[in-house]
């Protein structure tokens, strides 16, 4: 028996063994199971950490020099803002030249822009305004990279992995945002402040480079579309349940950025210094390493979604509200939580409503919503931070998801009570059309 066929038995009995309860599958054992994606998820998670050694240097940095929840927002925003303007071209860009290519070529971009803060920090020189030309940089190599990494991963997996394989593409970003913050904070800054953050964050590009190089080249034959720029927004303006979803990627971003960007300050209210931000960072993160560790469901459901974004919303309210450092921990552990349940549920129930074809062009969208909601996220954090408050901010960027909450209740109990009310009265009920989309993907069980 070949090594292939070895494989594969044994990923047959797990399947068959986890659907007759014998074992707890969750989404880890796509890392045995595919060999390819195994090694992209190994690389994925040293670039991710490297990313977080940055992103939290950046903040405290930020905070250093401007002594500004504002300075810290426009910091992220800068970060953040090309997903929101250049997210079309990212997907176009994914489909014309290859997720393969455009990934490569966002690291090593992102690996230069790394090198270039080293540089001006060794200096001396690193100022504000250098903070935000790299966030800016940095936010180009992020957009370009989004859809690519969603093409990426599809190819490296069988379609039944398909959900598994984003719930830990998901967890290694999130790994990256638990130990990254934690060792940036126990290093701290050097002679030449955080200069070594910003070296390890390009070493880790390059690895993925590496990797990535070698585990993508044994992944299915990419297929040849030319999408349009504007294709993603006309299937979402057209095809409601992918609006939805992408309402809901954008609700659990906004509702947990405070955590990022009003760490500093919530910090500094809670009689703490500003560099402990760095745990509420990381508590987000390791909460959405736990989230992997439920046990897999073989199709997502989108009320399990909603239930978890109004967790996070709750969640978020407590972390501005809590009487201390520990409970705004805590929430903060279960934000993460709740956001990793939601982000995968719904990234993978867009992909399934876009086809092969279409998946490019759709998940350049979520591109969009996920990462494009984040700058006016931090903008109105920051904004309204500066002026209003902690508290009264946490609770304006909570209301999003509770409100997205509240519509979908509606839909869902005035779908369940239109039925009976056609029994009653007597009458059999118009069959609906047939849709466009497969049908599991907005399952109500």
Known sequence: MSSSQSSHGRALLTRTAASLGFVRATSWTVLRDEKNFRYYFYGSVTSD?????QNTAQVLLAYRLAH????????????????????????VMADRFGGRRALLGTQLLAAVVSVGLAVLDLSGRLTEGSLVAGAILSG????FALPARNVTVQRLVRPDQTRPAYVMDAVSYNIGRAAGPLLTMAV????????????LNALSFVVFTMVLWWADQHGTEEPKVRSRVMAGFKIARTERRIMIL????????????????????????????????????AALGAGSVLGSLRRASPQPRLRRAAAALALLALCMIVFVLAPSIEVSIIAAFGAGVSALIANSATRTLLSKAAGQQRVAAVMAVWAIAWAGSKPLASFADGWLGSRIGVVGTGLILASPALILIGV???MFVSQAFRLPQA??????????EPSVEPKPVFSRA
């Open 49 to 53: 950490f490297g990313t977080w050694l």
């Open 68 to 91: 500004s929840v504002f300075a810290v927002g426009l910091v992220t925003v800068a970060q953040f803002s090309s997903p929101l303007v250049l997210g079309p071209w990212a997907g």
């Open 140 to 143: 180009l190599a992020f957009t």
């Open 188 to 199: 701290g800054p050097t002679g030449n402040d955080f200069a070594w953050a910003f070296i």
């Open 246 to 281: 992408l309402l809901m990627v954008a609700a659990v971003t906004i509702a947990d950025d405070p955590i990022l960007v009003l760490g500093p300050a919530l910090a500094v209210r809670l009689h703490a210094s500003a560099e402990l931000a760095g745990w509420f960072i």
């Open 408 to 410: 979908l209740i509606v």
């Open 423 to 432: 029994q009653s009265a007597g009458t059999q009920p118009v069959p609906a």
